[in-house]
């Protein structure tokens, strides 16, 4: 008996672009007791990956999509309070998510319950239907359907197909051969998150676009490394941020970029669009290679070294609290990678689409430098110095105005002098 | 082009092979100076003389032996079955000697056998069978089924050319109903395609001989509906044209089989269980077929008319499976 009201857990609407999301990991059991706004379970979409916090007290009675699930936004995931099995009273009856088939529990070893796979709405598919269906990545059970007992047709399938926005043209599946094992002896097989998906999909439709090439630059960081000195004790007693390498070079660049608009350009069709602001990202790794994320800073021009400072902390630490929403990621014009952590002195990496240039930031490490004093003589110093690559897409950004670009970005990292300015 | 009877077609075709090749020969019963059950070769005998318009006693089996051997000989022959429901008579011959001459022995076979086949008129259990679906199934055997007098002719005149035995399914109840424009010079159409007697884009209907203008008239209902109906005639049941099938098929997803013959191991199951195997991921309902019930076809006119696929029953089948 259901003796409180049972409230729908559904795929959240995780940013207007995002319409399916993967349920990666069940913070509670059907059974257990939740609070409201307590974290209920995790989600992976194409750009984050997030908590969904229950939207109300009480038990959680059904669990309806497993994880590893892939289901759209506004599938029912779960149910907090009533009883089990009985639905939530839904308002809205037409937008009531269909859960998406599931494998029915195991039957209790006595009890040979016939195994019940509800087929999506129920309603049948048929072969053409499904075949369509499966060509364009589309829910069957999405589609309006004229059919008898309101089973979706062809013609239906092929109404909406047209009435897709993107002309849908087959999602890329994950290329398994048929009646193929997906792991051999000694190996493992895990499924690709949807995370892993959209990484995959965004590197090789960046190579598929752009021309790469990378240019490298070799940065005196003695100035940018004093000032740090000065700056880290009082920005960390007083805002309780720690002022980065990356800021200081972020800042640089963003200030550079006022002078190379291409660089933080796009080549839009037919157009070279160019801004007057500087949307920056910034590169995230998350923990043990599950994946890789770009924030945004949105206005960096607006900022200085503090204000950037404060913001690369920020968005670092809610990538990996998976505390993110799409908006984060969305909207870059620039972005700053930055794998030199682990000594790494050079890098190609990949352009975040559909921008023009990613800038690379390397291993600060202490070089024999010759330098020349003010009498022209030449002698060698120990410099703490960082490779600088300028990854741009060949198509809009011209190899000279690249080098005159890090040419510039280096004279401002050389000429530091206290927060910048 | 001359507009002629779907009957005075077949007598066109048949005098253009007798004209044109004097191996060629007519045998059956009163095909002679009565011109015919059904006056085909009216005037034939006088034209072609009695050696070549041949009046065979009632022995179905005898005309078709005469012809098996004829036919090894060098000749050419076509034998006329009064009705098609006797050419039980000459099974033996047919299925053991005639279509097995070639494999067995490398012996071209290249014999005609008419058949006025078909209901409609009360012509009772031994008058109005469509038995070709017991000779498809027997390897070594065409059947051909034309529903138009340009089809008639040319596939006649495409019988006789073969070297292999065809049997030619004529259907009584188009002989004099059906008029249509025949090319008056000799002309073939090849066995084993299909035409599309109608284009459509939201059902099929498979079909061959009288049934093409029962699926015809149910279509024609159909389009008041809205519902875009394609009628493929195959005109030849063995070989049957799968291609055509196929892309019907695969065009319009509901497929609907109809025949004459009944239901029941006829020829419309086999088109059934192709469409199955080779189009299943193309279809979007259940091919259906409409048949005959499997029983003998009765005399009496309203049990017949009960009997036989009626223009009613295809459209119910059609708005069933429009309505999938």
Request: proline share 8%; net charge negative.
């Amino acid at each position: 008996m259901a003796t409180e009201t049972a409230v729908d857990v559904v795929m959240p609407q995780m940013g207007v672009s995002v319409s399916e999301g993967t349920v990666t990991k069940w913070l509670k059991r059907e059974g257990e007791q939740i609070e409201a706004d307590e974290p209920l379970l995790e989600i992976s979409t194409d750009k984050v990956d997030t908590e969904v916090p229950s939207p109300a007290s009480g038990t959680v009675t059904q669990i309806l999509v497993q994880e590893g699930e892939t289901v759209a936004v506004g599938t029912k995931l779960a149910q907090i309070g009533g009883a089990a099995g009985v639905p939530a009273p839904t308002p809205e009856p037409e937008a009531q998510p269909q859960p998406e088939p599931q494998p029915a529990p195991a039957p209790a070893a006595e009890e040979r319950v016939a195994v019940q796979q509800p087929s999506g709405n129920g309603k049948f598919v048929s072969p053409v239907v499904a075949r369509i269906a499966a060509e364009h990545g589309i829910d069957p059970n999405q589609v309006p359907g004229t059919g008898r007992g309101g089973r979706v047709t062809k013609q239906d399938m092929l109404a909406f197909v047209e009435r897709q926005p993107t002309a849908a043209p087959a999602r890329p599946q994950p290329q398994v051969a048929v009646g193929q094992p997906q792991a051999a002896v000694g190996e493992q097989a895990e499924p690709v998150t949807a995370m892993r998906r959209g990484i995959a999909d965004h590197m090789r439709r960046s190579l598929d676009t752009a021309a790469h090439v990378t240019s490298a630059i070799e940065v005196d960081m003695s100035k940018v490394v004093a000032a740090r000195e000065v700056l880290k004790k009082e920005y960390q007693a007083a805002y309780g941020v720690n002022p980065t390498y990356l800021a200081f070079i972020a800042r640089a660049a963003v200030d550079t970029l006022k002078d190379y608009p291409y660089v933080n350009g796009e080549l839009r069709g037919d157009s070279i669009v160019t801004r007057n602001f500087v949307n920056l990202g910034i590169a995230v790794e998350l923990a043990d290679g599950k994946g890789l994320i770009v924030p945004v800073i949105r206005n960096a021009e607006t900022m200085n070294l503090l204000g950037i400072a404060k913001a690369v902390a920020d968005l670092a630490a809610r990538s990996r609290e998976k505390k993110l929403v799409p908006d984060d990621v969305a909207g870059g014009t620039f972005t700053i990678t930055n794998p030199g952590g682990y000594g790494t002195f050079h890098g190609t990496p990949v352009i975040n689409q559909p921008q023009s240039a990613i800038l690379g930031t390397y291993a600060l490490v202490k070089r024999p430098w010759v330098i020349t004093d003010e009498n022209g003589n030449d002698a060698i110093a120990i410099k703490p110095m960082m490779n600088i690559t300028l990854t741009y897409d060949h198509r809009l950004v011209d190899g000279a105005y690249a080098g005159r670009f890090l040419r510039d970005l280096r004279t401002r990292l050389e000429s530091w002098e206290g927060d910048g300015g | 082009m001359a507009e002629l009877t779907y009957l005075q077609a077949i007598s066109d075709g048949l005098r253009t092979e007798m004209r044109r090749d004097k191996r060629v020969f007519l045998i059956g019963e009163d095909v002679g100076v009565y011109g015919g059950a059904f006056k085909v070769s009216l005037g034939f005998q006088e034209e072609f003389g009695p050696w070549r318009v041949i009046d065979a006693p009632l022995a179905e089996t005898a005309i078709v032996g005469a012809c098996t051997g004829a036919s090894m000989m060098g000749l050419r022959p076509v034998a006329e079955m009064q009705f098609a429901d006797f050419i039980s008579c000459a099974w033996d011959h047919l299925v053991t000697v005639a279509a097995k001459q070639r494999w067995r022995a490398g012996t071209p076979v290249p014999i005609v056998v008419r058949l006025p086949s078909g209901g409609g008129f009360s012509g009772g259990p031994f008058h109005s069978q469509n038995p070709e679906s017991s000779f498809a199934h027997i390897p070594g055997l065409k059947c051909v089924c034309p529903a138009t007098p340009e089809d008639a002719k040319g596939l006649l005149i495409s019988a006789i050319e073969d070297p292999n035995p065809v049997l030619y399914f004529e259907h009584k109840h188009l002989y004099r109903r059906i008029k249509g424009e025949v090319p008056e010079e000799r002309y073939t159409v090849p066995i084993g395609k299909a035409r599309t007697h109608r284009e459509g884009s939201d059902l099929s209907v498979i079909t061959w001989g009288a049934m093409v203008y029962t699926a015809e008239e149910a279509a024609q209902q159909l389009d008041g509906d809205g519902v875009s109906v394609e009628v493929i005639d195959l005109r030849s049941i063995m070989p049957w044209d799968k291609a055509a099938v196929l892309e019907s098929a695969r065009k319009t997803s509901k497929v609907l089989v109809l025949h004459e013959d009944t239901r029941t191991g006829g020829f419309g199951a086999e088109i059934a269980a192709t469409i199955a195997e080779e189009a299943f991921e193309d279809l979007d309902a259940p091919v259906r077929r409409i048949a005959a019930p499997d029983t003998p076809v009765p005399f009496s006119p309203p049990l017949e008319k009960a009997f036989l696929p009626q223009v009613d029953d295809v459209v119910a089948g059609l708005r069933e499976l429009a309505e999938y």
